[in-house]
């Protein structure tokens, strides 16, 4: 038999020699080499069927890192809606405090401050001081203090009140009164904190104080 038979050589370590080979012999040996090259084809297919497995694992592994690197910007976008209404609920919020702001500012500036001053502060017993009550800024139709009671608290534990009748309150025509003034003696050394407070029935619609130093004098009644 030639020693160039036909077959396939690839991969084998040596050509053997089967010259000397029996046909029973020659056949076996024949078998193998089919047997050898169907398990090469067999594992070739093994192989290429492996490599077909891995490359569709590093696709799934390379679209699993696409995703989650995409991850954000889809939650962003998700998100977007709700981080519009939020933001639109906020300058909706923002928009009401001004506008309510406004508002106070509004009535901050239409309402009058109430001022009480002293003359003299400080004085010597028996002192006759005058005690100035103002409404100062603000309107003059100012309906809260429109014809209000008035309330003096000495602080030397007596108190005076009085009274007031007026027209029925007319906006843009009724006007408040402004000034109040009155003279009180103390008649002993001391600290005295004074009190005024508009009184409307009996609640206090606005309130001063100031303080008066009354020396010990040499007669004291």
Same mark, same amino acid.
């Given at each position: 038999m ?10 084998d @370590?040596?050509?053997e020699?089967? #010259?000397?080979? +029996?046909?029973?012999?020659? /056949?076996?040996?024949? #078998?193998?080499? !089919?047997?050898?090259? $169907?398990y090469? =084809?067999d ?7 492996h490599r077909?497995?891995? +490359? ?5 592994? &390379? /679209?699993s890192?696409?995703?989650i ?9 998700a998100a977007?809606?709700v &981080? #519009?209404?939020?933001?639109? &609920? @906020? %300058? ?6 001004k506008? #309510?702001? %406004? ?5 901050s ?9 002293a003359?003299?502060?400080? /004085?010597? +017993?028996?002192a ?6 103002e409404? &100062? ?7 809260d203090y ?5 309330? *003096?608290? *000495?602080?030397?534990?007596t108190k =005076?009140? $009085? ?6 309150y007319?906006?843009?025509? $009724?006007e ?9 003696v103390?008649?002993?050394g001391?600290?005295?904190k004074? !009190? ?5 029935r009996?609640k206090?619609? /606005?309130a001063?104080?100031? +303080?008066?130093?009354?020396?010990q004098g040499?007669?004291?009644?």
């Open positions: 030639d020693d160039d038979a036909p077959g396939d050589t690839e991969g @370590a040596e050509v020699d089967i #010259s000397a080979l +029996s046909l029973k012999e020659v /056949a076996a040996w024949e #078998s193998g080499r !089919y047997n050898m090259c $169907s090469r =084809s594992m070739k297919r093994d192989y290429r069927n077909g497995r891995r +490359s569709q694992g590093w696709l799934l592994v &390379v /679209a890192f696409v995703a690197a995409g991850m954000p910007r889809l939650l962003a976008v977007a809606p &981080v #519009s209404q939020d933001a639109g &609920v @906020a %300058k909706d919020d923002r928009d009401r405090c506008d #309510s702001g %406004k508002e106070k500012g509004k009535e500036d239409k309402r009058p401050r109430l001022v009480l001053k003359q003299p502060p400080v /004085a010597i +017993s028996p006759r001081v005058i005690l100035t009550a409404i &100062v800024g603000g309107a003059d139709d100012f309906q429109y014809c209000t009671g008035v309330q *003096w608290d *000495w602080g030397d534990d =005076s009140e $009085s009274t007031t009748d007026c027209a029925p007319e906006a843009g025509k $009724s408040i009164k402004r000034r109040f003034t009155v003279e009180h103390f008649r002993r001391g600290v005295y004074v !009190y005024f407070r508009l009184m409307r009996d206090i619609v /606005a001063a104080t100031t +303080s008066i130093q009354v020396r040499n007669q004291e009644f």
